[in-house]
């Protein structure tokens, strides 16, 4: 592969928050080019995401935006998660109990593992050595495969490629929420099109854990949340 000053990245990018914020910040920050977007169809309950992961990376000018159909996985998992149409009620922050909130209802088993390494494939196939996924160090809740631990683990197997290892990057993974929406501010990120809520209804339900999360981090940063909210929880 041919060295470049600026080389070229993929990114995952669900349309949510996080990853939005994270694909602006490599393709205006890091001045990686070009950029690959990737975004997974799992079954997820708010698949709605995928539209606003379109718009984003059309705004910031990825040269490639693939969605990849992985919906099969969702009726493989929907057992273990609530996060998956078929699987069991979207909960309630308020009514997860404090001893589930490391691994809450809304884990998806294994889902950074199985997308990141079709990533690191695709990646791999298109000569590009850097993978970007947009970790985060939630504030109210949180998963084991966005944690620092779990990156070094999984870039310590990619390492063992004989050839062109793929790395995994995640810039974020120190943050809270908060930083991040002033992060993606300051990047002109248009946060009205990004999609949080886990119920994927028609508006944010505003009482799920990732949309209590994400109220609260507009606050702290003293910004206004663009998406129209059924419940705000006070």
């Known amino acids: 592969m041919v060295e470049t000053s600026h080389p070229p990245a993929v990114v995952l990018l669900s349309g949510g928050m996080d990853s939005s914020v994270l694909l602006h910040h490599v393709a205006r920050e890091l001045h990686r080019a070009p950029v690959h977007a990737i975004s997974f169809d799992y079954g997820q309950r708010h698949r709605r995401e995928l539209e606003a992961a379109a718009w984003q990376a059309k705004a910031a000018g990825a040269a490639v935006h693939q969605i990849i159909d992985m919906s099969f996985l969702g009726s493989l998992i929907k057992g273990g998660t609530s996060l998956v149409a078929g699987g069991a009620e979207v909960p309630d922050l308020t009514a997860l109990s404090p001893t589930s909130l490391d691994q809450?209802?809304?884990?998806?088993?294994?889902?950074?593992?199985?997308?990141?390494?079709?990533?690191?494939a695709y990646a791999e196939a298109h000569s590009i050595r850097d993978v970007f996924y947009g970790a985060q160090a939630h504030d109210e809740y949180g998963y084991w495969d966005c944690t620092c631990d779990f990156l070094t683990r999984i870039n310590?197997?990619?390492?063992?490629?004989?050839?062109?290892?793929?790395?995994?990057?995640?810039?974020?993974?120190?943050?809270?929420?908060?930083?991040?929406?002033?992060?993606?501010?300051?990047?002109?990120?248009?946060?009205?099109?990004?999609?949080?809520?886990?119920?994927?209804?028609?508006?944010?339900?505003g009482t799920c854990p990732t949309c209590v999360e994400r109220l609260k981090a507009f606050a702290e940063a003293g910004a206004v949340d663009p998406l129209p909210y059924a419940r705000i929880r006070t």
Request: some cysteine; overall charge positive; charged content about 15%.
């Open 104 to 120: 809450p209802p809304t884990y998806v088993p294994n889902r950074n593992m199985i997308l990141l390494a079709l990533a690191a």
């Open 156 to 205: 310590a197997t990619l390492a063992l490629n004989r050839r062109d290892a793929v790395t995994i990057h995640a810039p974020l993974i120190a943050k809270r929420k908060a930083e991040l929406v002033t992060t993606g501010c300051a990047l002109g990120v248009d946060f009205a099109h990004t999609w949080s809520c886990y119920r994927g209804g028609e508006m944010a339900c």
